[in-house]
């Protein structure tokens, strides 16, 4: 494939990123180029990295899109379930939240709290 001058710029800036992220290294001369651009672009926590995937995907006429939300597949999950939004490094997780159980309060109380470092420790 011909690649325009606007994509190599953008290949040229995903070179490194996917390369510390993966180890791969991105040859323009290797044919499967786009294919595997696009899986890379699905399993890339960086929002740069996914971004700059879709950006090099519409300017080559393939039609890609990353995966929905994690919120959007789990809407179903949280009218059934109670589930908390946390987020870890800049991206945002989903976790159900946990019920205490008789066992678990029990166990708390009989405990001692202390405070260490911002964080409740048991004693």
Known sequence: ????????????QLRSRIFAE??????????????????IGKRSRDPF????VVQIMSM?????????????????ATEKRDVT????RGTKIY???ELP????LA???????QMYRGQIVYK
């Open 85 to 88: 939004e946390i987020t870890y």
């Open 107 to 113: 166990s708390t109380r009989s405990q001692t709290k």
């Open 22 to 39: 993966f180890g791969m290294r991105i040859r323009l001369a290797d044919p499967e180029l786009l294919t595997s651009l696009g899986d």
């Open 1 to 12: 494939m011909v690649y325009s001058s606007e994509m190599v710029a953008l290949l040229q």
């Open 95 to 97: 976790r159900e939240k």
């Open 60 to 76: 080559a006429g393939i039609p890609f899109q990353l995966e929905p939300p994690v919120k959007a597949v789990e809407n179903e």
């Open 101 to 104: 159980t008789e066992s678990k």
């Open 49 to 52: 990295t996914r971004k700059t």
